[in-house]
Protein backbone atom coordinates (compact mmCIF):
# COMPACT_ATOMS: atom_id res chain seq x y z
CA UNK A 1 0.00 0.00 0.00
CA UNK A 2 1.32 3.75 -1.05
CA UNK A 3 2.53 5.89 1.75
CA UNK A 4 -0.46 8.53 0.67
CA UNK A 5 -3.45 5.60 1.45
CA UNK A 6 -1.72 4.50 4.16
CA UNK A 7 -2.05 8.21 5.34
CA UNK A 8 -5.47 8.26 4.11
CA UNK A 9 -6.86 5.12 6.00
CA UNK A 10 -5.06 6.08 9.14
CA UNK A 11 -7.60 9.48 9.15
CA UNK A 12 -10.41 7.08 8.38
CA UNK A 13 -9.69 4.27 11.52
CA UNK A 14 -10.08 5.29 15.00
CA UNK A 15 -8.29 2.48 16.65
CA UNK A 16 -9.08 -0.96 15.82
CA UNK A 17 -12.13 0.24 13.80
CA UNK A 18 -12.56 -0.66 9.60
CA UNK A 19 -12.57 1.70 7.43
CA UNK A 20 -16.02 1.30 6.54
CA UNK A 21 -17.27 1.67 10.47
CA UNK A 22 -20.92 2.73 11.05
CA UNK A 23 -20.25 5.82 13.32
CA UNK A 24 -17.78 6.89 10.44
CA UNK A 25 -19.83 7.28 7.51
CA UNK A 26 -21.29 10.48 8.06
CA UNK A 27 -18.26 12.52 8.92
CA UNK A 28 -15.81 10.94 7.10
CA UNK A 29 -14.03 13.41 4.55
CA UNK A 30 -13.03 10.64 2.36
CA UNK A 31 -16.05 10.56 1.21
CA UNK A 32 -16.54 13.51 -0.56
CA UNK A 33 -14.81 13.79 -4.37
CA UNK A 34 -16.37 12.02 -7.46
CA UNK A 35 -16.02 8.16 -7.21
CA UNK A 36 -14.90 5.72 -9.71
CA UNK A 37 -17.76 3.86 -11.28
CA UNK A 38 -15.89 0.73 -11.27
CA UNK A 39 -14.10 0.47 -8.08
CA UNK A 40 -11.62 -2.11 -7.28
CA UNK A 41 -14.31 -3.94 -5.10
CA UNK A 42 -17.89 -2.78 -6.14
CA UNK A 43 -18.44 -6.17 -8.84
CA UNK A 44 -16.85 -8.65 -6.49
CA UNK A 45 -19.39 -10.90 -4.76
CA UNK A 46 -16.70 -11.03 -1.47
CA UNK A 47 -18.33 -7.26 -0.72
CA UNK A 48 -21.69 -8.03 -2.07
CA UNK A 49 -23.18 -6.90 1.57
CA UNK A 50 -21.06 -3.39 2.44
CA UNK A 51 -22.72 -0.10 1.12
CA UNK A 52 -21.57 2.10 -1.65
CA UNK A 53 -19.85 4.15 1.26
CA UNK A 54 -17.72 1.44 3.10
CA UNK A 55 -16.55 0.35 -0.62
CA UNK A 56 -15.61 3.68 -1.05
CA UNK A 57 -13.81 3.68 2.09
CA UNK A 58 -12.04 0.18 1.73
CA UNK A 59 -11.17 0.66 -1.39
CA UNK A 60 -8.57 3.29 -0.56
CA UNK A 61 -6.62 0.87 0.66
CA UNK A 62 -5.96 -1.06 -1.97
CA UNK A 63 -5.13 1.32 -5.33
CA UNK A 64 -5.62 -0.27 -8.41
CA UNK A 65 -1.87 -1.11 -10.63
CA UNK A 66 -1.71 -1.84 -14.05
CA UNK A 67 -0.03 -4.99 -15.59
CA UNK A 68 0.76 -5.15 -19.10
CA UNK A 69 -0.22 -8.22 -21.09
CA UNK A 70 2.01 -11.03 -20.71
CA UNK A 71 3.31 -9.75 -17.74
CA UNK A 72 3.26 -11.81 -14.62
CA UNK A 73 1.91 -10.93 -11.59
CA UNK A 74 3.14 -14.11 -9.85
CA UNK A 75 5.19 -17.05 -10.21
CA UNK A 76 6.67 -20.10 -8.82
CA UNK A 77 10.12 -18.43 -8.41
CA UNK A 78 8.82 -15.25 -7.07
CA UNK A 79 5.58 -16.17 -5.21
CA UNK A 80 3.71 -13.14 -3.60
CA UNK A 81 1.91 -14.03 -0.53
CA UNK A 82 -1.11 -11.42 -0.69
CA UNK A 83 -4.90 -11.23 -2.41
CA UNK A 84 -5.87 -10.10 -5.56
CA UNK A 85 -9.09 -8.59 -7.05
CA UNK A 86 -9.33 -8.52 -10.81
CA UNK A 87 -10.73 -5.10 -11.59
CA UNK A 88 -10.25 -4.67 -15.62
CA UNK A 89 -8.90 -7.21 -18.08
CA UNK A 90 -8.21 -10.81 -17.79
CA UNK A 91 -5.81 -13.28 -15.91
CA UNK A 92 -4.86 -16.83 -16.52
CA UNK A 93 -3.66 -18.77 -13.79
CA UNK A 94 -1.24 -21.57 -14.76
CA UNK A 95 0.94 -24.65 -14.27
CA UNK A 96 4.09 -26.14 -15.67
CA UNK A 97 4.63 -29.51 -15.83
CA UNK A 98 8.04 -30.86 -15.88
CA UNK A 99 8.37 -31.33 -19.59
CA UNK A 100 7.66 -27.96 -19.86
CA UNK A 101 4.04 -27.80 -20.82
CA UNK A 102 1.62 -25.56 -19.64
CA UNK A 103 -1.80 -26.33 -18.33
CA UNK A 104 -4.19 -23.78 -17.80
CA UNK A 105 -6.14 -23.93 -14.41
CA UNK A 106 -8.22 -20.73 -15.52
CA UNK A 107 -9.09 -17.51 -16.90
CA UNK A 108 -10.14 -15.00 -14.63
CA UNK A 109 -13.17 -12.14 -15.25
CA UNK A 110 -13.11 -8.71 -14.10
CA UNK A 111 -14.28 -8.91 -9.98
CA UNK A 112 -12.56 -12.17 -9.88
CA UNK A 113 -10.52 -12.46 -6.23
CA UNK A 114 -7.12 -14.62 -6.21
CA UNK A 115 -3.76 -15.41 -4.66
CA UNK A 116 -1.46 -16.97 -2.46
CA UNK A 117 -3.53 -16.05 1.27
CA UNK A 118 -3.66 -18.74 3.70
CA UNK A 119 -6.01 -16.65 6.04
CA UNK A 120 -8.98 -17.27 3.73
CA UNK A 121 -7.69 -20.80 2.43
CA UNK A 122 -6.38 -20.20 -0.87
CA UNK A 123 -3.40 -21.31 -2.52
CA UNK A 124 -1.27 -21.16 -5.22
CA UNK A 125 1.67 -23.73 -4.51
CA UNK A 126 3.19 -23.85 -7.87
CA UNK A 127 0.92 -21.28 -9.87
CA UNK A 128 1.75 -18.80 -12.38
CA UNK A 129 -0.59 -15.63 -12.79
CA UNK A 130 -0.50 -14.04 -15.76
CA UNK A 131 -2.10 -11.22 -17.27
CA UNK A 132 -3.31 -12.20 -21.18
CA UNK A 133 -4.65 -8.63 -21.36
CA UNK A 134 -3.67 -5.35 -19.78
CA UNK A 135 -5.72 -5.38 -16.64
CA UNK A 136 -5.91 -3.16 -13.58
CA UNK A 137 -5.27 -5.48 -10.20
CA UNK A 138 -5.94 -4.53 -7.00
CA UNK A 139 -3.94 -5.79 -4.13
CA UNK A 140 -4.17 -6.73 -0.31
CA UNK A 141 -1.34 -7.77 2.47
CA UNK A 142 -2.15 -10.64 4.22
CA UNK A 143 -2.24 -7.98 7.33
CA UNK A 144 -5.13 -6.25 5.36
CA UNK A 145 -7.15 -9.12 4.83
CA UNK A 146 -7.09 -10.47 8.51
CA UNK A 147 -7.27 -6.58 9.74
CA UNK A 148 -10.43 -5.32 7.43
CA UNK A 149 -12.01 -8.61 5.99
CA UNK A 150 -12.06 -11.50 8.33
CA UNK A 151 -13.03 -9.24 10.77
CA UNK A 152 -16.04 -8.62 9.92
CA UNK A 153 -18.87 -11.53 9.20
CA UNK A 154 -20.45 -10.52 6.73
CA UNK A 155 -16.95 -10.92 4.51
CA UNK A 156 -16.17 -13.96 6.28
CA UNK A 157 -19.35 -15.79 5.86
CA UNK A 158 -18.97 -15.11 2.01
CA UNK A 159 -15.52 -16.24 2.17
CA UNK A 160 -16.56 -19.77 3.35
CA UNK A 161 -19.22 -19.84 0.64
CA UNK A 162 -16.74 -18.86 -2.46
CA UNK A 163 -14.47 -21.32 -0.83
CA UNK A 164 -17.16 -24.11 -1.24
CA UNK A 165 -18.06 -23.07 -4.63
CA UNK A 166 -14.43 -23.09 -5.86
CA UNK A 167 -14.00 -26.25 -4.39
CA UNK A 168 -16.73 -28.02 -6.57
CA UNK A 169 -15.63 -25.77 -9.53
CA UNK A 170 -12.43 -27.69 -9.03
CA UNK A 171 -14.04 -30.99 -8.70
CA UNK A 172 -16.51 -30.61 -11.73
CA UNK A 173 -13.35 -29.74 -13.57
CA UNK A 174 -11.24 -33.07 -12.49
CA UNK A 175 -14.08 -34.77 -13.34
CA UNK A 176 -14.36 -33.34 -16.90
CA UNK A 177 -10.76 -34.26 -17.50
CA UNK A 178 -10.90 -37.21 -16.54
CA UNK A 179 -14.00 -39.02 -17.88
CA UNK A 180 -15.07 -36.37 -20.77
CA UNK A 181 -14.22 -36.72 -24.54
CA UNK A 182 -12.10 -33.52 -25.30
CA UNK A 183 -15.65 -32.54 -27.64
CA UNK A 184 -17.48 -32.29 -24.23
CA UNK A 185 -14.79 -30.49 -22.43
CA UNK A 186 -14.54 -27.96 -24.95
CA UNK A 187 -18.75 -27.29 -25.05
CA UNK A 188 -18.79 -27.17 -21.33
CA UNK A 189 -15.42 -24.77 -21.40
CA UNK A 190 -16.95 -22.27 -23.61
CA UNK A 191 -20.52 -22.34 -21.55
CA UNK A 192 -19.00 -21.62 -18.81
CA UNK A 193 -16.62 -18.85 -20.15
CA UNK A 194 -19.78 -17.47 -21.77
CA UNK A 195 -21.07 -17.08 -18.85
CA UNK A 196 -18.31 -15.52 -16.93
CA UNK A 197 -18.57 -13.05 -19.51
CA UNK A 198 -21.48 -11.75 -18.45
CA UNK A 199 -24.93 -11.32 -19.54
CA UNK A 200 -25.40 -10.27 -23.33
CA UNK A 201 -25.68 -6.24 -24.12
CA UNK A 202 -28.50 -5.23 -26.44
CA UNK A 203 -29.53 -8.36 -27.89
CA UNK A 204 -25.73 -9.45 -28.80
CA UNK A 205 -24.96 -13.06 -28.71
CA UNK A 206 -22.25 -14.03 -25.78
CA UNK A 207 -19.08 -13.32 -26.87
CA UNK A 208 -15.60 -14.85 -25.45
CA UNK A 209 -12.48 -13.44 -25.84
CA UNK A 210 -9.94 -16.03 -26.30
CA UNK A 211 -7.74 -18.10 -28.97
CA UNK A 212 -7.53 -21.69 -29.81
CA UNK A 213 -4.30 -21.90 -28.13
CA UNK A 214 -5.66 -20.13 -24.67
CA UNK A 215 -8.43 -22.47 -25.07
CA UNK A 216 -6.18 -25.80 -25.62
CA UNK A 217 -3.87 -24.91 -22.63
CA UNK A 218 -7.34 -24.09 -20.54
CA UNK A 219 -8.33 -28.27 -21.50
CA UNK A 220 -4.72 -29.70 -21.81
CA UNK A 221 -5.26 -30.37 -25.00
CA UNK A 222 -3.17 -30.21 -28.05
CA UNK A 223 -3.78 -26.62 -30.23
CA UNK A 224 -4.93 -28.94 -33.47
CA UNK A 225 -7.50 -31.11 -31.57
CA UNK A 226 -8.84 -28.04 -30.40
CA UNK A 227 -8.91 -26.37 -33.20
CA UNK A 228 -10.33 -29.62 -35.02
CA UNK A 229 -13.40 -29.18 -32.92
CA UNK A 230 -13.76 -25.62 -32.34
CA UNK A 231 -14.16 -25.96 -36.84
CA UNK A 232 -16.57 -28.81 -36.23
CA UNK A 233 -18.66 -26.05 -33.77
CA UNK A 234 -18.85 -23.54 -36.38
CA UNK A 235 -19.90 -26.01 -39.25
CA UNK A 236 -22.83 -26.59 -36.84
CA UNK A 237 -23.65 -23.20 -36.35
CA UNK A 238 -23.08 -23.58 -32.48
CA UNK A 239 -20.29 -20.62 -32.81
CA UNK A 240 -19.28 -18.17 -34.71
CA UNK A 241 -15.45 -17.42 -34.68
CA UNK A 242 -13.08 -14.33 -35.24
CA UNK A 243 -9.89 -13.52 -34.79
CA UNK A 244 -9.93 -14.29 -30.74
CA UNK A 245 -13.24 -13.80 -30.08
CA UNK A 246 -15.69 -16.33 -29.72
CA UNK A 247 -19.40 -16.19 -29.88
CA UNK A 248 -21.82 -18.14 -29.18
CA UNK A 249 -24.88 -18.47 -31.83
CA UNK A 250 -26.75 -21.79 -29.84
CA UNK A 251 -26.45 -22.71 -26.36
CA UNK A 252 -28.73 -25.88 -26.72
CA UNK A 253 -26.15 -27.96 -29.19
CA UNK A 254 -23.28 -27.02 -26.91
CA UNK A 255 -25.33 -27.83 -23.80
CA UNK A 256 -26.40 -31.43 -25.42
CA UNK A 257 -22.67 -31.79 -26.30
CA UNK A 258 -21.12 -30.81 -23.18
CA UNK A 259 -23.71 -33.91 -21.32
CA UNK A 260 -22.03 -36.65 -23.86
CA UNK A 261 -20.32 -39.09 -22.94
CA UNK A 262 -19.10 -40.68 -26.21
Known amino acids: MTDTCRVGVAA ?7 PWAPRQREADPLMAGPADPFSCLNE ?13 AMDLMAPA ?14 PVKALFILKSGRVRIFRVAEDGKALTMAILEPGAVFGEMMLVGQRMYDNYAEAIEDAAICQLSVDEVERFLLSDPRIAIRISRLLGE ?12 ALRPLAAQVAST ?9 PPRFGQARTIHLTHEQL ?15 GELTARRAIRQGRGRIVIQDRDILYKLARSSS
Open 65 to 78: RLFRRGELLFSQSQ
Open 216 to 230: AGLLGASREATSKIM
Open 190 to 198: LLKLGDAAG
Open 12 to 18: TVSGDLR
Open 166 to 177: QVARLEERLTDL
Open 44 to 56: VDLFADLSAQEIA
